[in-house]
Every structure is written in C-alpha cells, then in structure tokens.
C-alpha cells in the first residue's frame, strides 16, 4: 500500500538494516525489502555508505526531481575515497544514459513509502508511472546488473497490490569497465516474471532473522 503523505512513514537506520515505523506506532517495525533480501537482521553489518551508493542516490535525487513538482530531500551522504573529477564523471554519465533512453514516461507518484501486512515489509519506491501507456514500476540502478534486482522490485509491486502491469528495471551504469558504451538499457519484466521473483521474495523473508524490536528501536 502507499503510504498516506499525512501519516508518513520514518525509518531506524541501524546495523541491523534499514527498518521502517508509523511515527505513532515506533515499535512496530517493518524491515525494508533491501534487508531481507541482502540478508540482513539480527547480525551486525557496516552502515558505512560507499562512494558509489552516495553517487547513485545523487544520480537518482535529480532525475525523480524532473518527475515531480514536490520537493525531495537532497541526498546529503559524503563521498570519500574518490577524485571529485571522476564523481563528477559518473553522475554526469548516468544523467546522459538516462536521457539517451528517451523513455515516454507520465508519473502517478514519485520518492514514495509504501508497505505491506503480509509480508510486513516496507521500502520506498522510485517511481510508479505510465511507460509508453503501461502502468509500470520503475526502478533506477546505477550499479551492474544483480540477479536480486527482480526480486525485490516484485515484493514493491506486491506492495502496489499488483497495480503494475510490469516493472522496469533502468541501467545507468557509470563504471566504464562493466560499461565501456555508457549506455543505459531498460530490463521489463511482465506479470509472469514478477510473480515468480515474488515467489522468491516470500522464501528469503521466511528464512529472514528478525532482531529484537529493541535492538532496532534504540538506533532512533
């Protein structure tokens, strides 16, 4: 379901993974779809964000502010560790392949929460628009290709109670080993193929290991 702008959803960072909560409700949690699909919960990992995934959520912060007419939080995560000449360079790289796909998109929403009761689980969405007049899940990846990436853009199309007809997965790799052409690509993936990643979503968040709703809720 989408979250209601007057009932907004907040988040506990924590080593834990990321875990969504009503600010009504703070001990009720719901573990992002990231987590339980990277395997994250009740061990301990680094919550150190890495120069590339600074860079993507940059990359994604001003192409879905062209889609909406509110105002999104400006990424605000440091970027160590490289030349400020070759984080420019990316940025700039995905921006180009993202125009150069000259996708036909008119948004429905963009930036928005969204959760479900069974499985609970909660996430944010990039953009839920009409592609080419398909209603369509989109999701933006600035990194290679993972065999993941299906998996949990289903369990947000779930989250939409299945209002999508397909998904799109938006390349925008910058990295010019893996991408020497700089050229983005689109992966859609129809009813059939969401239902079958969803199938798999729903075994990880079986075998997911909870922690203890106090680990979680002291990181607020």
């Given at each position: 379901m989408l979250v209601n702008n007057h009932k907004p959803m907040s988040t506990y960072e924590t080593p834990y993974g990321r875990y969504y909560y009503f600010m009504e409700e703070p001990t009720t949690v719901y573990p992002?779809?990231?987590?339980?699909v990277h395997g994250g919960g009740?061990?301990?990992?680094?919550?150190?964000?890495?120069?590339y995934a600074a860079i993507g959520t940059l990359v994604h912060w001003r192409i879905l502010?062209?889609?909406?007419n509110e105002r999104l939080d400006i990424p605000r995560d440091p970027i160590?560790?490289?030349k400020t000449s070759e984080v420019y360079r990316r940025i700039d790289s995905s921006l180009k392949q993202w125009d150069k796909l000259q996708m036909r998109i008119k948004p429905i929403c963009v930036e928005r929460?969204?959760?479900?009761?069974i499985p609970p689980v909660a996430g944010r969405l990039?953009?839920?628009c009409y592609l080419d007049g398909v209603r369509t899940l989109l999701d933006i990846k600035t990194g290679k290709e993972y065999p993941?990436?299906?998996v949990q853009i289903?369990?947000?199309?779930?989250?939409?109670?299945?209002?999508p007809k397909q998904a799109a997965l938006v390349y925008l790799d910058a990295d010019l080993e893996r991408n020497p052409e700089q050229e983005g690509h689109i992966k859609l993936l129809n009813k059939y193929d969401l239902e079958v990643s969803f199938g798999e979503f729903k075994e990880r968040f079986v075998d997911f290991d909870m922690p203890d709703v106090s680990e979680i809720i002291k990181y607020g």
């Open positions: 992002s779809v990231s987590t339980v009740s061990k301990k990992r680094s919550t150190y964000t890495t120069p502010q062209r889609y909406t160590h560790k490289m929460a969204v959760f479900s009761k990039d953009m839920f993941d990436n299906p289903s369990s947000y199309v779930n989250m939409l109670n299945w209002s």
